[in-house]
Nanobody, 119 residues
Framework: QVQLVESGGGLVQPGGSLRLSCAAS????????MGWYRQAPGKERELVAV???????KYADFVKGRFTVSRDNVNHMVYLQMNSLKPEDTAVYYC?????????????WGQGTQVTVSS
């Protein structure tokens, strides 16, 4: 079993910054990809950013130039540095990890952390 624990959400003013963290623990053989999704009220969950095992990254167009995804391979952690936040970034942010485990390749979700951008 693999567990994901997120932290770093909160309330921030427009133009401000937040850094989200996600720690993966459990029987992980190797990480395939780690990333972040978000879901705003009344909307579908959408990809924000992902970083794959080779280090390549992919960003949604709406965060390019503002958000940066990074990882700590040793400790199985992924981070999302969010700068120049806008009210439309308000959402629950979910960590997502694809990993090779004793049960094969699996995808896991964190519990979500609320990010609210408001003055």
């Amino acid at each position: 079993q693999v567990q994901l624990v997120e932290s770093g959400g909160g309330l921030v003013q427009p133009g401000g910054s937040l850094r989200l963290s996600c720690a993966a623990s459990g029987r992980i053989f190797s990480i395939i990809a780690m990333g972040w999704y978000r879901q705003a009220p009344g909307k579908e969950r959408e990809l924000v950013a992902v970083i794959v095992s080779g280090g390549n990254t992919k960003y949604a167009d709406f965060v390019k130039g503002r958000f940066t995804v990074s990882r700590d391979n040793v400790n199985h952690m992924v981070y999302l540095q969010m700068n120049s936040l806008k009210p439309e970034d308000t959402a629950v942010y979910y960590c997502n990890v694809a990993a090779n485990t004793i049960s094969g390749a699996r995808t896991y979700w964190g519990q979500g952390t609320q990010v609210t951008v408001s003055s």
